[in-house]
């Protein structure tokens, strides 16, 4: 376990890188946060210890990588100066791709139109020094034109590495291409031109350095990868340029297996007694050296059967040797060599294709930084979100916000604001940019997997959603099954109601009668008989207990009384 005087020495360290500008604030704060983490846990319990030790670990990891700069190299990089003007050009180079520079003058310089141009000059300055070099002999009329170009292109070059100067400032002299643009410029033109000439003075012997200038058409291979046409042509160079290590291992091991060869063939064939005094033995094979150059062509396939029919006539292990000296240089070693080039083109290729994506990724960010400014411009209510009616006033109003939609190739603004918007009908103004930021950027597999992800929710939801309108559906169509059954006993009822009523209707007299207790008797049971049906069995018997109470009642008053009524009474008793 690593001490607390350790842990803050390191931390010390990191903000230290901090201020010096090799460490970000985002990498500092988390190296700090695990060290606050530990700081606040508990240390009695072994758990606690283990995780504080893992924390100072890694924080210790970090802080190792940091100390490895103090390396004798990097000390002496570091005495003269060197390490503390490439700290200075990496802030310098932060600070500019973070401001958003709107000067006329800085994105002519900086474009690719510009670039362009100046390709097309010193294209043209190359092929002024072809036709100059293959000239034998020049006459006062060519060699005046001569200099007319001279100077035109000197003033051209010169115009261009002052505006580049002003674009960048003082960074631009501590880039390596700049200086040694500076110093072809000053030796092949402005010495030779402004300075030798007007002073009379043969620039003889520095004109054959204008070849130089030939050696700035590297600088087009930068203009020519960002143009998808010419992007085979980019891979070539990038091959050619790439494969200088393996090249060099190429030649080493080539070398070591040729010079081990010729030793061979010169002690088997030049020291030979049957072909020691061949001549072809004595032209290709009498010393090393010789022999490396001829094993050298061999392995090139140049007319290698001259060599060896003649000789493997004399000596069979000549053409032996010979032979497997092809097998192994050309079938085996150079095939191999292919195959690594061809693996490293592509390897090239798809890191090229990430630094395409990367420096387009950088474009994005910068046009939608400055699209988001004029957002905050166009935020007329100052809240810091954007309403549609805001929205498109800005989007048709501002031909600046126009120009970057265009430049992010966004063709329909409403269909954007439905895109960012999520149903609130404001827009947060760095919801905005984010949102302008992934849509014009490159689409990735993880914006794939969320947006598969999201719709694989919306889906379930989706799904749960139906289950339920399903489940309802059911219900529903249950419900109204016992409504249906509910209605019909419910009408029966009052069917059996009615007929109730009709019975008991016709049983009352319609006039004053006096009947007799046998009589009375007599039409009760008549009643119950009718009346029992609809009341069932158990209302039935009290029915009939009650109309028998009412019988003996009767008889003892001698006489009931019935009230009958109208004829009117009975139609509107009579529901049906």
């Not at 029919?309 to 191999?336: Q, S, T």
């Not at 990367?358 to 004029?374: A, G």
């Not at 029992?532 to 009931?560: D, I, Y």
Request: contains cysteine; glycine residues 4%; proline residues 2%.
């Amino acid at each position: 376990m690593h001490s607390h005087e350790e842990i803050a020495q390191a931390v010390a360290e990191v903000d230290l890188r901090v201020k010096t500008g090799w460490l970000s604030k985002e990498e500092a704060h988390k190296l700090k946060t695990l060290l606050k983490m530990g700081q606040t846990i508990e240390r009695s319990t072994d758990k606690a210890s283990q995780f504080w030790t893992h924390n100072a670990d890694v924080l210790l990891k970090q802080y190792l990588l940091l100390r490895e700069e103090n390396t004798p190299w990097k000390k002496f990089l570091t005495a003269i100066g060197y390490t503390w003007l490439q700290r200075q050009l990496k802030e310098a180079d932060a600070r500019k791709n973070e401001e958003v520079n709107t000067s006329l003058f800085v994105h002519v310089v900086e474009s690719d139109y510009f670039e362009s141009a100046m390709g097309l000059v010193m294209l043209a300055n190359a092929i002024m020094i072809g036709f100059q070099v293959s000239s034998t002999e020049e006459d006062e009329s060519s060699a005046e034109l001569y200099a007319i170009l001279d100077f035109v292109f000197t003033v051209i070059f010169v115009v261009e590495l002052v505006l580049r100067y002003c674009c960048e400032g003082w960074r631009w002299w501590f880039r390596g291409s700049n200086i040694f643009d500076v110093v072809v410029v000053l030796a092949t033109n402005v010495i030779p031109v402004w300075i030798l000439v007007p002073l009379g003075i043969d620039p003889a012997l520095i004109r054959p350095f204008a070849v130089l200038r030939l050696f700035r058409l590297v600088k087009l291979m930068k203009l020519i990868r960002k143009y998808r046409s010419l992007r085979t042509l980019w891979n070539l160079f990038q091959g050619v340029l790439g494969s200088g290590k393996i090249l060099l291992y190429t030649v080493l091991v080539m070398g070591t297996t040729l010079f081990i060869w010729s030793v061979l063939a010169v002690v088997l064939i030049g020291q030979d007694p049957r072909t020691k005094d061949h001549p072809d033995v004595i032209l290709y094979f009498s010393n090393v050296p010789d022999a490396v150059f001829t094993l050298f062509q061999i392995v090139t396939l140049d007319s290698w059967s001259a060599i060896a029919r003649p000789i493997g006539a004399l000596n069979p292990l000549a053409a032996l040797l010979i032979g497997m000296n092809i097998v192994i240089v050309e079938i085996c070693l150079l095939n191999l060599v292919t195959a690594t080039i061809v693996n490293a083109a592509f390897q090239r290729q798809q890191d090229d294709h990430e630094m395409v994506a990367q420096e387009q990724k950088i474009k994005s960010d910068r046009l939608i930084e400055e699209v988001r400014t004029l957002f905050m411009e166009m935020d007329k209510s100052g809240t810091g979100s954007l309403n549609y009616e805001e929205y498109l006033d800005a989007v048709s109003e501002n031909p600046q916000i126009q120009t970057k939609f265009t430049t992010l190739e966004i063709e329909d603004a409403e269909e954007l604001w439905e895109l960012i918007d999520l149903g609130t009908g404001s827009i947060e103004v760095d919801q905005f940019a984010q949102g302008l930021r992934i849509i014009a950027g490159e689409v990735k597999a993880k914006d794939l997997f969320t947006i598969n992800r999201r719709v694989g929710n919306a889906l379930r939801r989706l799904q749960a959603a139906v289950y339920e309108m399903e489940r309802q559906a059911a219900v529903a169509d249950q419900m109204q099954e016992d409504i249906h059954e509910v209605t019909r006993q419910l009408t029966k009822s009052t069917t059996n109601l009615v007929n109730f009523m009709r019975n008991v209707h016709r049983c009352i007299p319609r006039g004053r009668v006096l009947l007799r207790p046998d009589k009375a008797d007599e039409k009760r049971g008549e009643i119950f008989e009718k009346v029992k049906p609809l009341l069932g069995t158990n209302m039935g018997e009290v029915s009939r207990l009650f109309f028998s109470n009412r019988g003996k009642r009767a008889a003892q008053k001698q006489h009931v009384n019935l009230i009958g009524t109208s004829r009117k009474q009975e139609n509107d008793i009579d529901l049906e």
